[in-house]
């Protein structure tokens, strides 16, 4: 297929079936997940100190004690490559277009010399996390199939965009269209794996803080 052709279709067509399936999957997944409905607590609540839907929110994105020791790096490069997706996606200048184009929204931007530096910390960490993965043979064992694809997913965009902002690996044109292709695929399967997390992270925090306050435990 011929470099502008494919760059033009996943501009467009691509993007447009991308988006679409993204908005209604991920309507439906949230559907699903609120629809579920909650059985009356007819039990007496246990109000303890700390135990709160609001506690856990906060308390379950900090180490609990001992682990920041035993797994360093699952804490911090996690954090780290997080962050640096947040500011690759809603800080960098052709990205804002792109988000003002679709919802008329815009912000300033970062200096590409950041992102930059940023794409490659992303990409350094997010290796880490998977190399720790495969060595640590407990990780190993509780890890599908799902978990490596949503990591894949994740990389592929931030590698491409990466590649194609330097003028590497291919033409200017095809790394561009391979960059948005991969955009599109995480926007595709977004909903439907546990990269839904980017939805449902807060909400289900609070929902296991606040069911677990009225029996008196904070978690």
């Known amino acids: 297929m011929n470099d502008l052709l494919f760059l033009t279709w996943v501009r467009s067509t691509g993007l447009d079936i991308a988006i679409g399936i993204f908005v209604l999957g991920t309507l439906w997944r949230l559907f699903e997940i609120y629809s579920l409905g909650r059985k009356p607590d007819l039990a007496v609540p246990r109000h303890r100190?700390?135990?709160?839907?609001?506690?856990?929110?906060?308390?379950?994105?900090?180490?609990?004690?001992?682990?920041f020791k035993r797994s360093a790096i699952s804490y911090v490069a996690g954090y780290v490559f997080h962050i640096g997706l947040a500011v690759i996606v809603f800080l960098f200048a052709q990205h804002i277009k792109l988000?003002?184009?679709?919802?008329?929204?815009?912000?300033?931007?970062l200096p590409s010399q950041f992102i930059d530096a940023?794409?490659?910390?992303?990409l350094a960490t997010m290796l880490l996390v998977l190399v720790e993965r495969i060595n640590k043979p407990v990780?190993?064992?509780?890890s599908t199939f799902e978990d490596y694809a949503a990591?894949?997913?994740?990389?592929?965009?931030?590698?491409?965009?990466?590649?194609?902002?330097?003028?590497?690996?291919?033409s200017y044109t095809w790394m561009l269209a391979l960059h948005i292709l991969s955009v599109e695929l995480l926007l595709i399967f977004l909903p439907f794996t546990k990269l839904i997390h980017v939805f449902t992270l807060w909400g289900s925090r609070w929902y296991n803080g606040d069911a677990n306050a009225k029996k008196g435990v904070p978690v």
């Open 49 to 67: 100190a700390g135990a709160s839907g609001l506690h856990t929110m906060f308390r379950r994105s900090i180490p609990p004690p001992g682990m």
């Open 151 to 170: 990591w894949a997913l994740t990389f592929l965009p931030v590698m491409t965009g990466y590649l194609a902002t330097k003028h590497l690996l291919l």
């Open 99 to 109: 988000i003002q184009e679709l919802t008329g929204l815009s912000w300033p931007g």
């Open 139 to 142: 990780k190993r064992f509780l």
């Open 118 to 122: 940023t794409a490659v910390v992303t």
